[in-house]
């Protein structure tokens, strides 16, 4: 069974203070692996995928790599619109279409 | 595009009433996801359809869950009789593709079973 264990739960920054959100996962193939970004109230919204192991993608404060056996968003001197729950997502090779599993979530917060 | 829709928003209901949560995707996408979230459990799947076709309900909890998708526009997830631990939050979402595509997710529907 796939398992998806991201950490810390919780994280507390102060505006400026870059550091890394962890998602480690236990699949038998891997096909694709999800970080999302959810708001209170809303449904998460999709950041980055990564395929293999080695890859790297950003998009502004956030930057997400991949190895064979977890993954790393870092955020570089976020600001407080940073602040939501960071999902990380498992797709395996031998899930139907795009099934999707996933981690019990980070919640950044970050404090002017 | 207005993106994924559901509804209602907020649902607050009593122990033993039926529940039905809609669910409109984005146009022109052929696969459907039913999730519930929980603080204790996450994002959970419960069911799947493609191209209207339900592909995987073994994360439907028990027989008082079902889900219909009776179009390409519109899905349903009905709770007979609902409980106080259904009580979560539950999204759909949609994608087009067959893999590798990033899933769209509605704001969801906040359901209270008193």
């Known amino acids: 069974e796939d398992q998806v264990t991201q950490s810390p739960e919780a994280l507390r920054l102060q505006e400026g203070e870059s550091s890394s959100l962890n998602c480690s996962y236990t699949?038998?193939?891997?096909?694709?692996l999800f970080w999302y970004r959810q708001d209170p109230g809303k449904g998460p919204e999709f950041l980055f995928t990564l395929y293999s192991a080695g890859e790297e993608k950003e998009k502004e404060r956030l930057k997400a790599t991949l190895t064979k056996k977890e993954s790393f968003l870092h955020i570089t001197a976020p600001k407080p619109e940073d602040s939501a729950t960071y999902l990380c997502a498992v797709q395996e090779v031998n899930n139907a279409g795009n099934m999707l599993t996933f981690g019990g979530g980070t919640r950044l917060m970050v404090k002017p | 595009d207005a993106g994924v829709i559901q509804s209602p928003r907020h649902e607050v209901t009593e122990m033993g009433q039926e529940v039905t949560l809609r669910c409109k995707p984005i146009s022109g996408h052929n696969s459907l996801f039913w999730y519930r979230q929980t603080m204790m459990r996450g994002l959970e799947l419960l069911i799947y359809?493609?191209?209207?076709?339900?592909?995987?309900d073994s994360g439907m909890p028990e027989d008082r869950f079902s889900a219909k998708m009776p179009n390409a526009s519109f899905s349903t997830l009905k709770i007979q009789p609902s409980e106080p631990r259904d009580s979560a939050v539950y999204f759909c979402a949609s994608v087009a593709g067959l893999s590798n595509e990033k899933l769209f997710f509605g704001s969801g529907t906040q359901l209270s079973v008193l």
């Open positions: 699949v038998s193939g891997l096909r694709g």
């Open positions: 359809f493609n191209n209207n076709v339900p592909i995987d």
